[in-house]
C-alpha cells in the first residue's frame, strides 16, 4: 500500500495534513521527526509539519532528512524555512510577520505543485519568521504580496516548500496543492477508500487471528462497534463481546445497546458490575484517580469474564489513530492533559495479545467504515462518550445517587437536542454535575440543591471544538424540564467556553 509519511515537529495543524491526505484516498503515517520507522518500499513521499519553534531556537527540532533527494519531499512553513536553514540559506523573523489570511500574487504554473492554482488565491500564513536568502539551487514558485519566498522548489529533486498551510480550511486551494503534491510529483494512485480498508482488513485479521478466539471489551461507541462488526466478518463464532455495566453509562443505555448488539449478530454478554466500580470510586475526587479507578476495576472485571472463556489468545481494542498519535510526544515525555484509556496495553497476568483493528484509521474513517459494513446511521452518529463514563461529569465523589442524577439531567438533554433536530448538529453534548449547591424557590419553600451545566461543541474530530450556539428558546425549554422533573436540581448552566483553551470534558 503507497504511504504518505508525516514527520511531525508539533505543530497543531499535524492531524490536519494527514486528515486531508486521506481524504485524497491516499494513506499517510504522522510520526515524530526524531523517531522515524524505517522506510519501505512503499513510502512514496514525505510531508514535514510545520512547528511552534523558530529554526533560530536553541532547542528547534533537526530531523534528519537523509531521504531527501530520494523521495518526493513537500516541506510546509517550518518544514520549509528548515530546508533553507539547514542547506545554506538564511531564515530570519520577518519585518512583516504572516499571521492569518495572505493572498498568492505571483505563482509559477509551470511548477508540478503549483499546477491549476490560481493568482489571487488565498492561502493561511502562520509564521514569524520568514525566508531572508535561499541557496542557489531552490527556485521561488509563488510569492504573497509581502513574502517574495512564499515558495520554492529545489532543482535537480523532487523536493517543493511552501511557507502557507495548505491543510487549513482558509487555504481556499490548499487541498488542491496537496493533491497536485500526491498525484502530480508522488503519483499517488488514491485507492485508499473505506471499500479497500473493509476487504484488506478482513484478509489480514483472518491471517492474523486464524481459528483462535478473540474478546473484545464493547462500549456501546462507535469505535467498540464497528470493530467488533469487521472482528465478526473475520473470526465468526470465535469473536466473544463482553459489554460491562459499569454504573457510569447514560440513562438506561446498558439495556439498549445489548438489545442493538444481539440484533447486530454478535456474540455479547452484557456483566452488570455497577456495585464494583462504586465502591472502587468511593470518596475519591481526583479526575486522574476516578480514571485509574476505572481503568482498574474494568480489568479485574473484564479479566474474570474473559477467563471463563476457554482457550482465548486475543484481545481486541477499538484502538483509533488519534489515540495513538496522541499517546506518542515529539519530544520526549509530554505533559499528560489526561490519560488515555485505549493506549497503553495490559498487565502481564492477562496473558493475551492485542489486535486493533482500526488502529490506523480517523473517526470520520471509522464512520465510512462502519457504513460499509451495514452498521445503522443511528449508531454511526451517536456522539463521543468518555471512557470513563459520567465519572468525570460528576466533579467530585461518585456515588450512586449522583449517578441518578446526572443520567436524568442527561436524558432530557439529549431527548431534547434529537427532538428538536439539533443532535446532528452538535458534534458532542453532556450534561455536568457541579460540586456545588444553589439557593432556590420551589413553591413556596426555599431550596438548597444541586446546579448542573450543559455542554454541546462543533468540532470534526475533537482536536479543537467551538461552543454550540444553541437556540435560546431550547436553552430554556430544556432548563425548565430539567429543574421540573430532576429532584435535587435547582439551577441550569451552559458551557460557553471553546477549546483550547477549554476541553470538552470538565475532568
Request: include cysteine.
Amino acid at each position: 500500500m503507497q504511504t504518505i509519511i508525516i514527520l511531525d515537529h508539533g505543530s497543531q495543524y499535524t492531524q490536519l495534513i494527514a486528515r486531508k491526505v486521506r481524504e485524497l484516498n491516499v494513506y499517510c503515517e504522522i510520526h515524530p521527526y526524531n523517531n522515524l520507522p524505517a522506510f519501505d518500499k512503499n513510502v512514496v513521499g514525505v510531508i514535514l509539519s510545520g512547528s511552534p519553534y523558530s529554526v533560530n531556537d536553541k532547542d528547534a527540532p533537526k530531523p534528519d532528512l537523509w531521504f531527501k533527494g530520494k523521495l518526493p519531499v513537500l516541506g510546509i512553513c517550518y518544514g520549509a524555512q528548515y530546508m533553507v536553514n539547514a542547506f545554506g540559506g538564511k531564515v530570519q523573523r520577518s519585518t512583516a510577520r504572516e499571521y492569518g489570511r495572505a493572498i498568492l500574487t505571483a505563482i509559477d504554473s509551470t511548477c508540478p505543485l503549483m499546477k491549476d492554482v490560481s493568482i489571487g488565491s488565498q492561502v493561511w500564513a502562520s509564521h514569524g519568521d520568514t525566508v531572508e536568502t535561499m541557496p542557489d539551487n531552490y527556485k521561488i514558485i509563488c510569492s504573497t504580496a509581502s513574502v517574495k519566498n512564499a515558495g520554492y522548489k529545489i532543482e535537480g529533486e523532487e523536493t517543493y516548500a511552501i511557507q502557507f498551510h495548505p491543510e487549513v480550511h482558509h487555504s481556499v486551494e490548499g487541498k488542491k496543492i496537496l493533491e497536485n503534491f500526491l498525484v502530480n510529483i508522488c503519483h499517488c494512485k488514491q485507492d485508499w477508500t473505506s471499500d479497500n480498508f473493509v476487504a484488506t482488513a478482513i484478509n489480514e485479521l483472518k491471517e492474523k487471528i486464524g481459528n483462535d478466539k478473540v474478546v473484545l471489551g464493547l462500549s456501546g461507541g462507535v469505535d467498540s462497534s464497528v470493530a467488533a462488526i469487521l472482528l465478526n466478518e473475520a473470526a465468526g463464532k470465535n469473536l466473544n463481546c463482553i459489554f460491562v455495566d459499569n454504573g457510569l453509562l447514560r440513562k438506561n443505555e446498558f439495556e439498549s445497546v445489548l438489545v442493538s448488539y444481539k440484533g447486530m449478530g454478535l456474540n455479547v454478554k452484557g456483566v452488570d458490575a455497577k456495585e464494583m466500580f462504586y465502591t472502587a470510586l468511593k470518596g475519591i475526587k481526583d479526575p486522574e484517580a476516578k480514571r485509574r479507578a476505572i481503568g482498574k476495576t474494568f480489568i479485574d472485571v473484564f479479566d474474570r469474564e474473559a477467563s471463563m472463556i476457554k482457550d482465548v489468545r486475543w484481545l481486541a481494542q477499538g484502538t483509533i489513530y488519534p489515540d495513538v498519535i496522541e499517546s506518542i510526544s515529539v519530544k520526549g515525555p509530554s505533559a499528560t492533559i489526561k490519560s488515555h484509556h485505549n493506549v497503553g496495553g495490559l498487565p502481564d497476568y492477562m496473558k493475551l495479545k492485542i489486535v486493533e483493528p482500526l488502529r490506523s484509521l480517523f473517526k470520520d474513517e471509522v464512520r465510512r467504515v462502519g457504513k460499509v459494513l451495514g452498521l445503522k446511521d443511528e449508531l454511526l452518529s451517536r456522539h463521543p462518550f468518555p471512557g470513563p463514563g459520567l465519572a468525570i461529569r460528576i466533579l467530585s465523589d461518585v456515588t450512586e445517587e449522583k449517578v441518578r442524577i446526572l443520567q436524568e439531567v442527561d436524558s432530557i438533554f439529549i431527548e431534547g437536542l434529537k427532538q428538536n433536530d439539533l443532535y446532528g448538529k452538535v458534534w458532542q453534548a453532556g450534561a455536568m454535575l457541579l460540586p456545588v449547591q444553589s439557593v432556590g424557590v420551589m413553591g413556596d419553600e426555599r431550596t438548597y440543591e444541586n446546579v448542573v451545566a450543559l455542554r454541546a461543541v462543533e468540532s470534526v474530530d475533537g482536536m479543537t471544538a467551538d461552543w454550540a450556539h444553541l437556540p435560546y428558546t431550547f436553552l430554556a425549554e430544556v432548563s425548565n424540564k430539567i429543574i421540573n422533573n430532576v429532584s435535587g436540581v435547582n439551577r441550569v448552566c451552559y458551557d460557553i467556553s471553546s477549546k483550547p483553551p477549554a476541553t470538552i470534558e470538565w475532568e
